[in-house]
């Protein structure tokens, strides 16, 4: 979206529908976790095929070079930072990340991971969520040594933190390939409350090591990626089964961080309705700007959905027209779309509080 939308200051501001100049001194720290929707380069370290580090990926980032971002620019993390007067978290694995740039935050996101363990096993080496949370206990101990305990302890209590994981325990887990390992163990409502008790785990152990302020976004709606087209539609409709999938998922995932909510007595975990904010665009694509919201910038096959973005793609010349910028992940664009929801979004898209609202409460106490 090329029009400015509410830039958000850290401390004691409310938030408008104007353009706020973001205060950087005054920025917390922002933590990530999950797969590539938010990984900003971790796989680049890595020996997987689930990489984002060649042309095209990157072609619009301020360098115009792949960083690792699943995306033609910037993912939906850095614009969060941006957002909140922060600069961009590096990735965990970046030598980069080290001395006072630890006291920003950290990526720990891996492309292909989800919830299970063994979802994403074709890419072989990635971080699995559960490895993603050693590294941010390895984290702790790092800044620990820098500014001590008691310090550490409050920069991790105050931070923001992003949680994105799901849909690869549908698209690379049980419907992989037909009569996949997990759906023949389970049907379909069975895997869904399943994954949500094991993600239940997941979150409770993130608050154990001292997040207080989650972001948990639900799965987009999976049968409308062009990916998904390409395999299933005939006339451009979204695929049945995956719709199901997000449909049971989402719902769950909220009724599941509520329950965690009233059992903790605090707000930790937000819902990020990722679903809903999707299908804004991808019913009504001209009402955003976009020319598009089937077929992927960048691809090959119907709806440029076909095979992974490469050299060898088609490649739309403007990005900003489309809201997929390859057959699975969004474009910059639309990524700004998803952000300007999560940032001012009503109680459809973020309950129980949007992140201008988590702003101003935490700029209180």
Partial sequence: MENSFTL???????FTL??????????????????SLVDNGNNNYLATTARADAYPYGIDYPTHRATGRFSNGLNIPDLISEQIGSEPTLPYLSPELNGQRLLIGANFASAGIGILNDTGVQFVNIIRIGEQLQYFRQYQQRVSALIGSEQTQRLVNEALVLMTLGGND???NYYLVPFSARSRQFALPDYVVYIISEYRKILLRLYELGARRVLVTGTGPLGCVPAELAQ????????????????????????????LNNELGADIFVAVNTNEMHMDWI????????VTSKIACCGQGPYNGIGLCTIASNLCPNRDIYAFWDPFHPSERANRLIVQQIITGSTKYMHPMNLSTIMELDSRV
């Fill in 18 to 35: 104007g353009n706020v100049g973001p205060q950087a001194e005054a920025a917390r720290a922002f933590f990530v976790f999950g797969d």
């Fill in 170 to 172: 549908f698209v690379n």
């Fill in 8 to 14: 958000v200051t850290i401390f004691g501001l409310l």
């Fill in 232 to 259: 299933h539609s005939r006339a451009g409709e979204c695929a049945i089964e995956l719709q199901r999938a997000s449909a049971l998922f989402n719902p769950q995932l909220a009724e599941m961080l509520s329950g």
């Fill in 283 to 290: 019913n009504n694509p001209q009402q955003f700007g976009f």
